[in-house]
């Protein structure tokens, strides 16, 4: 990642942190859930964003599909379209359920910085983590149903770590 993806990632974070605050956590969830989709869909419409877009967030990753060959971009960007339309299913229900039980409990939205700050610092790093394993493994991965295969591998254990963590602070 360069110092242009940081910056870029740093602004989402704030803009979710300001989002969850005045909007509160239901509508914030729904606003990305349609974010998600109509990026999934302007994807599937326009092959040649997917390009630039994965050149201007992480340059290093582009580089090695690059080498791969178009074959191995190809697949890698239908199988990053059908994520983005499963994030924006799950997202979306995630946001219909807090949503009802906003209306039905009377729950504050607001959260503090010094609540959300570790949490997004652990965040953020992980994500610099995933993001030099995620280079590595495609560099190694010979077609991008292994190199799939190894992400998912590497997601799940991720996750597992970041569940344990957020365990340990809440």
Partial sequence: MNLRAISISALLLLMIFLMYNILGVGTTILIFAI?????????SIKPEYYDKFLSFMN??????YKEKGTDF???KRR?????????SVVTGLN??????????FDISSSFSL???????IV???????????????AKKSKTADEDLTWNIIVGIIFAIILIGFISLIF
């Fill in 35 to 43: 974010i998600f989709l109509a990026w999934a869909v302007l994807l």
């Fill in 59 to 64: 340059p290093g990753l582009y580089c090695v």
């Fill in 73 to 75: 971009i190809r697949k």
């Fill in 79 to 87: 199988i990053d379209i059908i994520g983005y339309y499963i994030i």
């Fill in 95 to 104: 946001a219909f359920m807090q949503i009802k039980l906003r209306d039905k």
């Fill in 114 to 120: 010094i609540e959300i700050l570790p949490f997004a």
């Fill in 123 to 137: 965040v953020v790093v992980v994500i610099f983590i995933i993001n030099y394993i995620c280079i590595l493994i």
